[in-house]
């Protein structure tokens, strides 16, 4: 069923009463009205709805800042014309007799508001105003009202006697039609010029409707016997009626309105028809009277007509010529503001949109989107994968949002937006609905990869700056991140001291070597089932002067951000590679057979790791088989450098182990292109292996897997007697965690040791 349109009383009545005047103006052509002042008692309603829709408008938060100051302006106008209006009544019908004749009073007022347009009009962003700018339309405006005119003067007002009539004057006549005539060639100028994100045709709707006031000045000659009728009581409804539709439209377009474009050139017409019909006119004065006046006259217009071809013939050359030239800085400015690989907004354009959303003074959300784990894509995949995955992804946001909202590439895999006129609960609303479409799996390079999102959000505030949102947007998505990633998280300003206090950090943990700050505890592996020490995990430690032991889950990924996890790495290998020959030295063959040391990703994209560790071992003394080398998967995704480095270390005699296998991308192919001996399951897989899980089978699944492998197991985390029972029943031989015992320093190792050798060959701490 269709649903009929709702009543639109401003609209109905804006239509009634322009109808009304018209017509009463037409009727009063043949007929005296008793009344006079009935007609003009509508034109101040017709102005006030005007403005009101003007207003409207120009509170539009779809709007570019630029063309809602021009709809308050042109408010501003109509606002102006009611005063007008009443001043212009009393002028016409207010004195013994009626009169056609208007104040200064009224005429200052009218000049004003048309001056209020005119600057409105000027002041559009795309309109280039240069100093050739304004000479030119200052030309075209001189050509148009000398010929205006002298044409209105020869064809109409030198034919008609005004004698007869006080109540106007030739030269008033003459000033309202040119000052009309000029309005009008402001509006063209802009409709041809462009005009922004100014709908164009509520530009073309305010063009004709200051056009046909104009036009109305050309019946004022032939109502000069009938005082109480005025060209006021049709220009001024026409205005006003033209200025209330196309408010209306621009604001009915505003969410479709696209982004502005250089119009296309086009010749001036005006000096060519204004020559035209200044010949016309001369022509039509000398061929009657015929003689050599006549012939040099027509001789005259002959030439002209020639040279006015041949200039158009060389304008239209220069014009296809400035076309391509047109077509090729477009393209650049489009290479300019838009992403080469993605296609949506460049950086640079961004925070240009930024700034002006700013400038304007409209709230809006920033949104700062980053892909998880993007590096390992590529280097896992190839940059192909990459590029294609970030491609799938651009589209799905371009998809999603609104066409008032912006979308951009800042770089890399980081992405950002733009959403005006939205408060916080709408932006998690959107948010909720972008994150699933966004991260669904993605086809990319005949291979299906899954991404995470991580998004920091902010609000903008007053006094903001484009920088300044962009960071407070890049603290809150590195807070998603912290959080686990594939979340969305709004800035909070407790962020910025967190962010500070991380900064100190990682300022006092680039000393924490030279000061002796840092130092080394050791966790044993054990053999199941009697918990036998068999090696230890090499773990660093950080006692800060003022914070006392600081969490490695706090300073190892500041270092790992900021780079320092290099310098760290490198002294924790030096450090333990010393102990391990100092135990050989004391223990001998009770010595632990095997020390594991983590190792970062950046530390095996080092150039010479390789050989660093050879040298550090072979200055302390010890065989390489001694040595277990402890990586997560995520740093050898793929067959980048990181692999040759590990076969690097493995030909040289060390162990490597997959520290947290299952708690990344896992794949199974990583354990046959990695050389892998030993394979450390995660805790959180161990945690479920006693009870009736999908952890336990999985448990059970990867000793099969290592046996046929050829590796060596070790459960991590195992914390209670059960967990080590089942274990051992599932055919693990190896086993860490605090049922065994804690990190212990170095001594304390030692002690473990020799209790192992003298007492029992069970240890439960």
């Known amino acids: 069923m269709q649903v009929p349109r709702r009543l639109d009383p401003p609209l109905v009545a804006a239509l009634t009463l322009f109808t009304f005047v018209l017509g009463w103006f037409a009727v009063g052509l043949r007929h005296t009205w008793d009344h006079p002042v009935v007609p003009w008692l509508a034109l101040p309603v017709m102005s006030v709805l005007a403005t009101y829709e003007c207003f409207r408008t120009a509170r539009d938060t779809t709007l570019d800042v630029p063309t809602r100051r021009f709809w308050g302006s042109l408010g501003v106008a109509c606002g102006i014309l009611v005063p007008a209006v009443f001043s212009a009544m009393y002028d016409t019908v207010g004195g013994p007799a009626p009169s056609q004749v208007l104040s200064i009073r009224t005429q200052v007022a009218f000049g004003i508001a048309v001056l209020v347009v005119m600057w409105a009009l000027l002041r559009l962003p795309t309109w280039q105003r240069s100093s050739g700018d304004w000479l030119r339309f200052g030309l075209d405006t001189g050509i148009i009202v000398l010929t205006v005119g002298v044409l209105i003067w020869h064809w109409t007002l030198s034919r008609i006697d005004f004698s007869s009539s006080p109540n106007a004057t030739p030269r008033s006549i003459l000033a309202i039609m040119v000052v009309s005539t000029v309005s009008l060639i402001t509006f063209v100028k802009v409709a041809f010029a462009g005009a922004g994100r100014l709908d164009r045709g509520a530009l073309h709707i305010l063009s004709a409707g200051v056009g046909l006031a104009a036009a109305t000045g050309m019946i004022a000659p032939f109502i000069v016997d009938r005082p109480y009728l005025s060209t006021s009581l049709v220009a001024f409804p026409m205005s006003q009626l033209t200025a209330f539709l196309a408010a209306r439209r621009q604001r009915r377009r505003s969410a479709l309105q696209p982004t502005a474009r250089p119009a296309r050139r086009r010749f001036s017409l005006v000096p060519y028809i204004s020559i035209g019909l200044l010949y016309a ?28 071809l041949r200039q158009l013939t060389t304008l239209r050359e220069n014009a296809r010529l400035l076309d391509t030239v047109d077509a090729s800085l477009q393209q650049l400015d489009h290479q300019l503001t838009h992403d ?5 907004g460049s950086r640079s354009a961004y925070t240009g949109e930024l700034a002006a959303r700013l400038e304007g003074g409209e709230p809006f959300v920033v949104a700062l989107l980053d892909l998880d784990d993007f590096k390992e894509v590529n280097d896992r995949y190839g940059h192909a994968t990459g590029d294609a995955l970030l491609q799938t992804i651009s589209q799905r946001l371009r998809d999603r949002l609104r066409p008032e ?35 669904a799996p993605v086809l990319a390079g005949g291979l299906e990869t899954a991404p995470r999102i991580s998004v920091g959000v902010t609000a903008s505030r007053p006094g903001d700056t484009a920088g300044e949102l962009l960071r407070r947007a890049d603290v809150a998505m590195y807070a998603a991140k912290t959080a686990g990633g594939g979340r969305w998280t709004w800035f909070d300003p407790i962020m910025d ?8 950090l990682a300022a006092d943990l680039r000393q924490a070597v030279v000061r002796d700050e840092l130092f080394l505890v050791y966790q044993p592996i054990v053999e199941l089932p009697h918990g036998r020490l068999t090696g230890v995990e090499a773990l660093v430690r950080w006692r800060h002067p003022e914070h006392g032991l600081v969490s490695p889950a706090v300073f190892i990924p500041l270092a790992e951000r900021d780079g320092q996890i290099v310098e760290v790495g490198r002294w924790v290998l030096e450090q333990a590679v010393r102990q391990t020959a100092r135990w050989e030295r004391e223990l001998g063959p009770h010595a632990p057979a095997k020390v594991s040391v983590n190792v970062s990703a950046r530390q095996l994209g080092e150039p010479g790791f390789p050989a660093e560790v050879a040298a550090m071992l072979s200055a302390a003394g010890v065989s390489p088989s001694r040595l277990t080398v402890e990586v997560t998967e995520t740093a050898v995704l793929g067959a980048g450098v990181a692999l040759e480095v590990l076969r690097a270390l493995s ?13 990344g991308q896992s ?3 990583l354990l046959v292109d990695c050389p892998v001996d030993w394979l450390k399951v995660d805790k959180s897989f161990v945690d479920g292996v006693t009870s009736d ?24 985390g195992v914390e209670t007697t059960e967990q080590a029972e089942r274990l051992h029943r599932a055919g693990y031989r190896y086993a860490q965690g605090f049922h065994f015992a804690r990190p212990l320093p170095e001594s304390d190792i030692e002690l473990l040791i020799t209790a192992q050798k003298d007492f029992s060959p069970y240890l439960r701490m």
Not at 340 to 344: D, E, F, N, Q, W
Not at 412 to 435: C, I, K, R, S, V
């Open 693 to 716: 899980s999908p952890q336990a089978v999985i448990v059970d699944s990867l000793i099969g897997i290592t046996e046929g492998l050829r590796m060596q197991a070790v459960a991590e």
């Open 281 to 308: 006119a001369v022509l039509e004065v000398e061929i009657p009277q015929s003689g050599e006046e006549a012939w040099m006259a027509i001789a005259a217009t002959g030439v002209t007509v020639l040279v006015v």
């Open 340 to 344: 080469a690989l993605t296609g949506i």
């Open 651 to 663: 030909a040289q005699g060390l162990s490597i182990a997959l520290d947290d296998f299952g708690t």
């Open 667 to 669: 794949s199974l192919s």
């Open 405 to 439: 909202d912006t979308v951009a590439r800042l770089g890399g895999d980081e992405f950002t937006l733009l959403l005006p006129g939205m408060t916080e609960a709408d932006a998690d609303l959107l948010l909720q609905e972008l994150l699933p479409v966004v991260q």
């Open 497 to 504: 001291q967190l962010a500070d206090d991380d900064a100190r």
